[in-house]
């Protein structure tokens, strides 16, 4: 019987079991390393999270902090763990800043092998703001973070009060906070006034109250500069120091006037 010429003859190779072959067992040993690498990294506890340093805290209970911060080490992969490798920074901080609204700023810090190092930057009063017949106190954003009573402490109003406030909302823009005590500094610097009282009108005028009982009438959307320019001018050529106490108000949000009022006899 003669063979077709067209017909081809296949060899069947045998598998080899994946046992014998050599990636397999490069696999399994890559596996056993990353595992051993992996269990030495979240559960041997010679790294685990023992030790918490708060630093910066001035009005802030630094063991709550420290208790917080431990709390937030503590991770579950199928068994507990505190490993400082599985500890994120950045919930940390955020969970402290909800916590703390007096907080302005947060770093934390891992220091190899166990240990947590935790720097904050508390907010600093610059003003109280009154509001539904409460005191706050106010930073230099605005924010409000602490209810107190009231202090001898420039006060802020607003003739648009919403009554209901919360700590940790912005009272105020950041750009009204530095009008208002760029011109507390100024009045103090200038002439030696004391501003014991801020009225913002529709962000449209503020109207400073003296330590002397008598008003000054800004415009926050104007040189402010200028206007206490106008109003240290006003002071010295114009209002003898032994009448300043007579004043009922200067105001200087206008060009290059600024008119003032004496009370009248009787007021």
Not at 240 to 266: H, K, T
Request: aromatic residues 12%; charged residues 30%.
């Amino acid at each position: 019987m003669k063979k077709n010429p067209l017909r081809k003859t296949f060899k069947i190779k045998k598998k080899v079991p994946l046992y014998k072959r050599k990636g397999f067992w490069f696999f399994l040993l890559f596996l056993i390393i990353t595992g051993g690498f992996l269990y030495l990294l979240l559960f041997f506890k010679y790294f685990w999270v023992s030790s918490v340093d708060v630093r910066g805290t001035q009005t802030i209970n630094s063991a709550n902090v420290a208790e917080v911060i431990g709390r937030g080490a503590e991770n579950r992969f199928l068994f507990a763990s505190r490993s400082i490798f599985a500890y994120s920074v950045t919930n940390g901080e955020n969970e402290l800043k909800k916590m703390y609204p007096a907080i302005e700023g947060v770093t934390i810090t891992k220091k190899l092998p166990n240990a947590l190092m935790v720097n904050i930057r508390e907010r600093s009063a610059v003003a109280l703001w009154f509001s539904g017949q409460r005191f706050y106190k106010i930073d230099k954003f605005g924010i409000i973070f602490e209810e107190t009573s009231q202090e001898d402490r420039l006060l802020i109003k607003s003739s648009q009060d919403k009554k209901t406030v919360r700590i940790g909302d912005q009272a105020i823009k950041e750009e009204m906070v530095e009008v208002i005590t760029k011109i507390e500094r100024s009045v103090k610097r200038d002439s030696g006034l004391i501003a014991i009282e801020a009225l913002i009108e529709e962000d449209k005028q503020i109207t400073i109250k003296t330590a002397d009982g008598w008003d000054i009438y800004f415009d926050p959307k104007s040189d402010i500069g200028w206007q206490l320019t106008k109003l240290k001018a006003v002071l010295e050529k114009q209002v003898p120091v032994d009448r300043r106490g007579d004043l009922e108000y200067i105001d200087v949000r206008f060009g290059n006037l600024a008119p003032y009022r004496y009370r009248q006899i009787g007021d």
